[in-house]
């Protein structure tokens, strides 16, 4: 269901996840193309809004973003809204990072010009419609752009989904990709329990090992302390 917020995405596989998640997602990084794979539809959003929806084919939104030798799958599971900043051309942009060492993060952003690691989800030209090259040359005048920094409602002919970075996989693919991560989530899950017994288990036995030897070595003491043979306790 589409709400005003922005859209909220994740990872299949993040931070945290330190068994499996640096090498799966450099395993798969120069193997699974980068790009939209399903959904992540540009649609009018409103006043300077473009809504990020899923496609007909699919209940969710999945692309996978390339990023400094990482391959990072993103979910997007409700749509959401999309603030564009000013009039003008601009590009709709899914940006993800990794790391194994800190937190990670995906969001889409809004450029004059997309990065290379960006995947492109379209183009808007906030303030009048999009038109194909060479239509503004010898222009009448019947079009109006809207006056810099005018807060316009952006309507289905300001975007244009030419410039979407398609995957074309299809929703088997997809599916499958998605089910291995699951599985990978729920054994780093299990991992990590394991790993925290394991640890509290141990912890546990040097506790009871250093009072063993405290409570020995306060014995040793007492008995040399009364031994019957030492000087001090002699008749």
């Not at 999309?82 to 060492?101: K, S």
């Not at 989530?185 to 250093?210: G, K, N, P, Q, Y």
Request: aromatic fraction near 6%; hydrophobic fraction near 35%; include cysteine.
């Amino acid at each position: 269901m589409a709400t005003n917020d922005a859209p909220l995405l994740r990872q299949s596989v993040r931070w945290g996840e330190e068994y499996v998640s640096r090498a799966l997602n450099m395993k798969m990084a120069g193997i699974v193309k980068p790009g939209v794979y399903h959904g992540f539809v540009l649609k009018p959003g409103g006043t300077m809004s473009v809504l990020v929806d899923h496609g007909s084919d699919y209940p969710r939104s999945v692309a996978v973003v390339e990023r400094n030798g990482y391959s990072l799958t993103v979910v997007m599971d409700d749509p959401g809204l999309v603030r564009i900043p000013a009039t003008g051309t601009w590009f709709v942009c899914l940006e993800a990072f990794y790391a194994p060492t800190q937190q990670g993060y995906q969001r889409i952003v809004v450029r004059e010009q997309p990065e290379p690691h960006h995947v492109v989800l379209g183009k808007v030209r906030a303030g009048m419609p999009l038109t194909e090259p060479g239509e503004d040359e010898g222009d009448d005048g019947d079009g109006e752009a809207s006056a810099p920094g005018e807060a316009v409602v952006i309507t289905e002919d300001m975007i244009s989904s030419d410039e979407i970075d398609k995957a074309n996989a299809d929703i088997a693919t997809v599916r499958q990709m998605e089910a291995l991560s699951e599985q990978l989530e729920r054994h780093t899950r299990r991992t990590l329990i394991l790993h925290a017994e394991s640890t509290t288990r141990m912890i546990h036995l040097s506790r009871r090992l250093t009072t063993l030897a405290l409570t020995g070595s306060a014995a040793a003491g007492d008995e040399d302390t009364y031994s019957p043979a030492s000087p001090a306790n002699r008749g």
